[in-house]
């Protein structure tokens, strides 16, 4: 899926997605990636099951507003402990599957809001 919305003021938006890939700019991603206007983080997460707060840390560095969590090609929630704890912080979490985090990754930051991206990207076949 390949997006058209134009890349402003030196932002790091999502230009496609596809299974096992994501385009930032023009650079593309075969593993999950965390993504905010200003910095991309690598970050080694494959099994949402799994998943912490401190997988997270490095996005919650960033000091989000919210954190769009995009788990691959379907749509998997998190522990609830993790949910728990990002509102403790009072850091919003939206759960989607990756393709559609993109998307609102891309919506998020053309409305200049405070958003990481943390996309799971699952290896091709």
């Not at 509102?87 to 930051?109: I, K, P, S």
């Not at 409305?111 to 990207?121: G, K, N, P, Y």
Request: charged fraction near 20%; charge should be negative.
């Amino acid at each position: 899926m390949k997006f058209t919305l134009e890349a402003g003021r030196g932002a790091y938006y999502i230009t496609a997605y596809r299974d096992g890939a994501v385009r930032i700019g023009q650079q593309e991603f075969a593993h999950s990636v965390i993504v905010t206007a200003g910095q991309l983080l690598e970050w080694p997460v494959t099994l949402i099951h799994d998943l912490t707060i401190e997988h997270l840390g490095g996005a919650l560095q960033l000091q989000p507003d919210i954190i769009v969590l995009g788990t691959g090609s379907r749509l998997v929630f998190p522990p609830l402990a993790l949910q728990a704890a990002l509102a403790a912080l009072r850091v919003g979490l939206e759960v989607m599957d990756t393709a559609a985090a993109c998307r609102t990754y891309n919506v998020l930051l053309s409305e200049d809001r405070r958003v990481a991206a943390a996309l799971m990207i699952e290896a091709s076949d």
